[in-house]
């Protein structure tokens, strides 16, 4: 069970986000638990950076109706790969300065992994570095 000052904090950024729709290009939905786990993560390597790889849980699609409430007249389909899907999946890829907090470059990976994995083949589909 999320903590309820996430609770807190997800619902007010979600309700700014939603007044604000007409500005985002894509949607993307994660649940709470996950988001608790990634700052977990970041507090328990601080003073160090993490960097995060994301990927989609393709039995979970998006809720219809969030996506519908959320889309504003900059949405565009088809911006990235595991749209429309909740990202769900989240692992530590590296730990240290903000010097050395990087992820193996696209580039060495080149036609190891398949179009799915976005338009380079990366290892995850999203990335985030605290």
Known sequence: MVDAWLVEAMASY?????ANKDGYRGLIQMPGATIEQILHWTLESLPDEILIGLDADN?????????????????????FAGEGYVLD?????????????????EEWTD???????????GRFIHWLHT
């Open 14 to 18: 979600n309700a700014d986000s939603l």
């Open 89 to 105: 999946d989240a692992t530590i890829v590296n730990r240290g300065d903000s010097f050395s907090v990087h992820h193996v470059p």
């Open 111 to 121: 036609g190891i992994f398949t179009e799915s994995r976005g338009p380079r083949g």
């Open 59 to 79: 039995k979970r699609p998006h809720l219809a109706e969030v996506d519908d409430a959320f889309q504003g007249a900059e949405y565009e389909d088809g911006m």
